[in-house]
């Protein structure tokens, strides 16, 4: 008995029609002491092997003679359905799913990890197959993982299946109750969605469904709240557009809105719930002041290296380039056996390789000290800057923030003038007129931007030294009435 077992399962491995009708031939029986021996503990039958490999025409001649084979588990508690569906066998499904009578089961059978075959057609990205498992049996997409409440466009999510999701939907006609569905934590697809950072995905979710935007999950948190708690990315821009677009708001806000209604609308009696619509609104405060120097603190590190990048390369590679020989002075024969100098020496050469050429004209050597100059200035600023943020100091206020921002000031201003005298040196003399007239419009719009800057944080500046002499002698008055 055990050769023909053996002799069944290499059949199946091969997809040997020939061989499996042979042994059904010699022993009709031969597949029903299989189901015997897999209930009591067998890996798989051979159908499990037929329709993990793919080989159709096989699982079609077994389920055939014997349908209940379908039905059997392995040790991982997988359905043949199971297996075909994970690995994309097309054809093996439909004959499965034409030759098998109860489909519903079948489709809604979980596996091992609890899964049914939908959900694996959707964390593989098996569209067609998905699409022939919702023709036979569409109401086994409804069903939940087992022992989690989520579903399966909690999956879709999970596993970033777009397409798979769009499909789902569009089947199920936009289901209100279904899109909207929480998991164990309260988190809607939405949520989800959010959460890793899937554009795309929000973007169908708040277009084309009826998904609820300010649903809170079990900790009262929105899809919005999720995205201002995560770590700051590129992506955030345009989720926070998109959920914007749909009316999506954040649970603080709501708190803090329900709290003045109440404030404004109530009696005396109601002291506490304006003091606590206070604290919120302090506590609300801090986090925007502690958003704000978050991202002032990105951004600095960002343009600070992107001009430390600048400043080096045009120190490294000045305007007019390098030499790229030595030049004599007087040729070698010319040095007498009296001279103490090598060849090589300086003395000899007019200049060296790897030389700035500008740096050799006398004409251009007072520009090129005012270009390195400048160039330098960057430089060192640009580094301060990042040093300064890298090192975990405690820039959390806005004076230290100040303090950087005039650094970064400074140094942006001094990589303008290594640009003025980069346009300068490297202009042709009988170009003069043209540079110069582009020159002085160049430093009049900068010269424009500057001034504006600084007349608005004067007027920012004078604005609060105001308020804070009227909050003074107000606070002077009403201790000496007192």
């Known amino acids: ?19 499996l009708r ?10 029903d002491r299989l189901i015997v021996i897999n209930n009591n503990g067998f890996s798989e039958t051979p159908l499990h092997v037929a329709a993990m490999l793919g080989h159709a025409d096989f699982v079609k001649e077994i389920i055939t003679y014997k349908p209940e084979l379908a039905k059997e588990v392995d040790a991982w508690h997988s359905t043949p359905l199971h297996l075909a569906v994970a690995k994309g066998h097309l054809e093996t499904v439909k004959v499965l799913l034409m030759l098998v009578d109860d489909l519903k089961n079948l489709c809604s059978a979980w596996d091992g990890e609890g899964r049914n075959s939908m959900h694996l057609a959707v964390m593989r990205g098996r569209l067609d197959v998905l699409r022939e498992l919702l023709k036979v049996a569409p109401e086994a997409a409804r069903i939940n993982l087992k022992d989690r409440n989520e579903n399966i466009l909690h999956v879709c999510v999970r596993h970033n299946q777009l397409e798979a999701l769009k499909l789902l939907v569009n089947v199920m006609d ?11 934590y309260g988190m809607t697809i939405l949520h989800l969605a959010v959460t890793y950072k899937q554009i795309e995905t929000v973007k169908f979710l708040v277009t084309n469904t009826r998904v609820e935007v300010n649903a809170t999950n079990t900790n009262k948190f929105t899809a919005f709240d ?16 998109s959920l914007r677009s749909v ?42 002041t502690e958003s704000w120097l978050s991202r002032k603190r990105e951004s600095l ?66 520009m090129y000290h005012i270009y390195l100059f400048c160039n330098t200035v960057g430089f060192v600023g640009s580094l301060s800057i990042i040093l300064l943020l890298v090192t975990g100091l ?12 005039v650094i970064l000031w400074l140094t942006i201003t001094a990589v303008t003038l290594t640009y003025v005298v980069a346009i300068w040196v490297a202009a042709p003399s009988k170009e003069t007129r043209i540079v110069e007239g582009l020159l002085d419009f160049f430093v009049a719009i900068w010269g424009g931007v500057m001034l504006v800057i600084a007349v608005l944080h004067t007027i920012r500046l004078v604005i609060k030294l105001f308020k804070w002499l009227g909050n003074f002698i107000l606070g002077r008055i009403k201790r000496s009435c007192v």
């Open 1 to 19: 008995m055990e050769k023909e077992f053996s002799m069944l399962y290499a059949a199946a491995q091969e997809g040997n029609v020939t061989t």
């Open 301 to 366: 590190m960002i343009v600070a290296s992107l001009i430390a990048t600048m400043a080096f390369q045009a120190g490294t590679n000045p305007p007019g380039g390098l030499w790229q020989d030595n030049s004599p002075s007087k040729s070698i024969s010319q040095v007498t056996q009296h001279d103490t100098i090598i060849a090589d020496s300086p003395s000899v050469f007019d200049h060296l390789a790897g030389e700035s050429i500008i740096a050799c004209y006398n004409d251009k050597k007072f």
């Open 226 to 241: 999720i995205l201002a708690e995560s770590q700051r990315s590129e992506k955030d821009f345009d989720i926070s557009e």
């Open 174 to 184: 936009g289901d209100y109750q279904f899109v909207n569905a929480k998991n164990d």
């Open 394 to 405: 405690p820039f959390g206020r806005r004076f230290w923030m100040w303090i950087l921002t």
């Open 247 to 288: 009316g999506a708001s954040q649970t603080i806000n709501q708190s803090l809105l329900t709290k003045k209604h109440i404030h404004d609308h109530g009696t005396k009696n109601d002291q506490s719930n304006s003091n606590n619509q206070k604290e919120n609104q302090e506590d609300e405060t801090t986090k925007m």
């Open 22 to 31: 042979q042994l059904l031939k010699q022993d009709k029986l031969i597949l």
